[in-house]
């Protein structure tokens, strides 16, 4: 049960039932009394009462990501729940999945624990960055509760982003496969979210300041399993190339699968890079060299942000941009 | 502020405590005033008083895991996740790591929730096995809440434990290197743990029902990285071996690489068996045998038994004992 029950139960808006649990003196007696009616009914206590109670702050917060069986989101959300715990706050933890509806339905689950903030982890709550109504449900959240985005970026009030440049890393491994004289290089990517999307504009952008085509068959998405991916590849047989820009580094692994496979020589005629350094990374063979885009550094720029406004009232930036790093082991001869 | 801490404040034990919220006749009135008292001075608010305020169950379930950086428990709580929140429980998590200390403060805190169950993912709860003061501060806990267990077993009333045959497959492994003819199987694991010690108590049986000796030589900790296991394998000159059982699928990895940087040829020269069969048995290269430990069944028949607690009040089974798979890959010839 939270606001948005309320509202609904009361046939009113959220910000009605806001303003009756503020005690404002916009709202008719009326609408006051249905509002409290409802509340009373389904026994409703909003912040505002709890703090009356003396309960104030739960010293919890809201994690929320589409699925902890991810290493990276593994990673960040156990840095965010060590770091937290640090300085006296429980998480609580959501698993949404990916589709929009799950991830709705999952912020106002969290929204109605009593948090004290909310965490987003992973850059499918940005939705695909260009309609901004995918990203309204952030931003209607947000005025509940202040937002923390990691690893992605949305416009809006009471919402903090941090994010790695991305574009940036994907520019430069681009461009260096250029000038190492390959050919054709392959942008192999998952979803399609806002970080896969600045990943294939800094990867176009190299493309274009070279003067080489962006070819469309060279963009190839999947999101299936490390050798479906690999299958996938071998059975395209037509398609070609010399290099891969992996989105993710279990994505890198097919690619060296492949390569296998395909007897290619590995970096000479095939150089493969990743994305986010995790430990697959240095399980395949030869080691992947791969695109260090800072998870933890993301999470502690977080935790640092989020301490000082909620023990010191201080403003925390709206967005943050940190530079990946490239990590050179054996797949690339750079 | 939970059941310990107003038992400290008011210089009573948890029975009293538990006695006057419960409103026993066997608590003097002296006492009852006092455990009161301490009770209003620090707002607490006990279960049976919450429920007495119409707020009941929160519907929420408390998971205690050591790391959820780790891909097995990463899973584990991904799963449990998901499931619980399709019965309608939400989850508090929290991440303990291996010391007693620790363990022994999240579970306090994470009683202080008003969780409806506490579920602890990964051996390292039931300390090493072999002396019940390590695992005293469970059945303490298990006064105030139903605790499950996933991959350890501790006895105790209203503790319930799911857990895979650790000892049976270790054994298998074991035997069908003494078949296929090797002579020194090496021992390879991280920490010492309930599961850990039934993973070296099956190897060390199939030893002796083959004749063959158990030498400490052969059993070998590291709880380094993939890497700097390697190196202390390579270092270690007079140790020989021509199969590895290893704990978890990134020691097996470790001894993988040991094997490329030896020359030994996989699996003829040295056979690699892992555990976990986790993503990364399927990185490395060749890819790996390993002993899928069903974690996700044990998740299953957790979330399963739970529910049945509590929504029918069926009572759980104590222990239930899930055999493991071995997953045949590239890393062994049987």
């Known amino acids: 049960m939270n606001i948005y029950d309320i509202a609904k139960l009361?046939?009113?808006?959220?910000?009605?039932?806001?303003?009756?649990?503020?005690?404002?003196?916009?709202?008719?007696?009326k609408t006051r009394a249905k509002v409290l009616g409802v509340m009373e009914e389904v026994g409703y206590i909003p912040n505002i009462f709890a703090r009356g109670l003396g309960l104030n702050s739960m010293r919890t917060i809201g994690i929320l990501c589409p699925d902890i069986s991810d290493i990276y989101m593994a990673n960040a959300v156990s840095y965010l729940e060590k770091n937290l715990n640090k300085h006296g706050y429980d998480c609580i933890l959501g698993c949404s999945g990916h589709r929009q509806e799950e991830k709705e339905k999952y912020i106002k689950l969290l929204l109605s624990k009593r948090i004290d903030t909310l965490?987003?982890?992973?850059s499918t709550y940005a939705g695909k960055g260009d309609n901004p109504a995918e990203t309204e449900y952030l931003r209607l959240a947000a005025k509940?509760?202040?937002?923390?985005m990691i690893n992605a970026y949305v416009p809006g009030e009471n919402i903090y982003c941090a994010y790695a440049d991305d574009f940036q890393a994907a520019y430069e491994v681009t461009a260096a496969y250029i000038r190492r004289g390959k050919k054709r290089i392959l942008f192999l990517s998952n979803a399609r979210s806002f970080s896969g999307d600045q990943k294939r504009a800094g990867y176009e952008k190299a493309l274009i300041d070279n003067a080489y085509p962006v070819d469309?068959?060279?963009?190839?998405?999947s999101e299936h399993s490390i050798h479906d991916t690999r299958d996938m590849l071998l059975l395209n047989k037509k398609l070609e190339f010399d290099g891969v820009l992996a989105t993710e580094d279990s994505l890198a692994i097919a690619a060296v699968k492949y390569a296998k496979t395909k007897n290619l020589a590995i970096?000479?005629?095939?150089?493969?890079?990743g994305f986010n350094n995790s430990r697959l990374s240095i399980c395949c063979e030869p080691e992947l060299t791969t695109i260090d885009n800072k998870g933890e550094i993301l999470c502690a720029v977080t935790v640092e942000q989020m301490i000082s406004l909620l023990?010191?009232?201080?403003?925390p930036k709206e967005k943050i941009s940190v530079p990946c790093e490239i990590i050179k082991r054996n797949t690339t001869d750079f």
């Open 10 to 29: 009361a046939g009113v808006s959220i910000a009605t039932v806001s303003r009756v649990v503020n005690d404002s003196a916009k709202v008719s007696g």
């Open 119 to 122: 965490v987003l982890v992973g």
């Open 144 to 148: 509940e509760t202040p937002i923390f």
């Open 216 to 221: 469309g068959a060279l963009i190839f998405y």
């Open 267 to 273: 970096p000479a005629e095939l150089s493969v890079v």
């Open 311 to 315: 023990e010191e009232k201080v403003q």
